[in-house]
C-alpha cells in the first residue's frame, strides 16, 4: 500500500468514525434505547412482556435477527419479562447446566440489554432429549434464566397494583404425548414422569387462583392450522376442560414453528402460538385460527385490568398481527 493510499484510509475511517460518533451523540440526546418497532401499539401502565419459542439454533435459522428485535420490542412494550415456549435448545438439549450450547444458543445471542431480564421457561420436545433437569438446574447459576421445576407457577403485578395480579402456569407438555413414549428420543425420559401428579397440582393450583388474569404455558398446542393440525388431541383431550372449567385467559404455546392465533369455539379461553424463534413452517387454515402466518417472530403482551393487548412482531421488526380480550 502507497503512503498515499495509506493517507486515505485513514481519512476515510477517521470520518466514519465520527459520523457513528455523532449518530451515537443524537440518539444519547434523544433517550435513545432501541430501534422501533413499525406499528408497535403501547398501553400506558400495564404489565408487559414478550413471548418466544422453539428458539435455540445456535444463532442459525434467523435466530439472531429474531432477537435483534425481541429487544427492540421489549424496550417497546416495556417488558419485565420474556417467556419462553420451550424447545430452547436444538437439536438435543444440553447435557449439564454446564454445557456450552448455554452459550451459544442463548447468552451470546440474547445480549440486548432489554433481553437480561428474567426468563421464564418450560421444557419442549427437544429440551427432553439428553438432560431436561440440567434446564432446571441452569436456574441456579443463570441471573436471567428461571424454571425452578419442570412445572410451577409466578405471580405479577399489574402496573405495581398489587390488588390485580396476572398468574402465569408453567407446564411440562411432553410426557401427555403419547407417542413420545414410543419413541427412543423421548420414551426413557417422559416414562420417569408423574402426569397425574403434575395435572392434580394445576387443577388446584388453577382453582386456588384470585389472580385478574390467568395464563397457562406450555410447549405443545390444543389447536393448530400448521403441519400437526389434527394431531394435538392429547393436549386438547388432557386440558381443555381443565382450562375451561378454571376460566383460564390464554394458552401460550410454541412448538408449531409458527405465529397463530386461535378463538376454539364454545370456550372461555383462546390459544396463541409463538413457536418461531428461529424456524418458520407452513401453515394452513382452520375455523378456529383467526390468524396463522408462517413467518420467523414472537409474540408482545401488555395487560391492564381490564384488557390485554397481543402483538405478533416478525423478524423485520414489523407487527403483522393485533389483537384484545377483555375482561
Known sequence: MGRYTAALLLIALAI????????????IKT?????TIAGLQTM???LGFCVIGDWGRHGEFYQKVVAEQLGNASVGVNASFIISTGDNIYPNGVASELDPSW???FEN?????????PWYVVLGNHDYRTNPDAEVAYTKISARWKMPARYYSIRKSIAGDTAQKAEFFFIDTSPYQQAYYKEDDYAAKVVTADTAAQKKWLENALKNSTATWKFVVGHHPLYSA????????DMENGFKNLFEQYKVDAYL???E???EYDEPEGVHFVEFISGAGSEATAVSTAPYAKFALQEFGFLTVNVTAAKALFQFINWQGKVVYTTQIKK
Open 16 to 27: 466514519t468514525a465520527r459520523g457513528q460518533n455523532q449518530n451515537y451523540v443524537e440518539k
Open 31 to 35: 433517550g435513545y434505547k432501541g430501534d
Open 44 to 46: 400506558g401502565k400495564s
Open 103 to 105: 452459550q451459544t444458543a
Open 226 to 233: 400448521g403441519g400437526r393440525k389434527g394431531k394435538t388431541q
Open 109 to 117: 445471542v440474547y445480549t440486548a440489554q432489554a433481553t437480561h431480564v
Open 257 to 259: 414453528h409458527h405465529l
Open 253 to 255: 404455546c410454541g412448538h
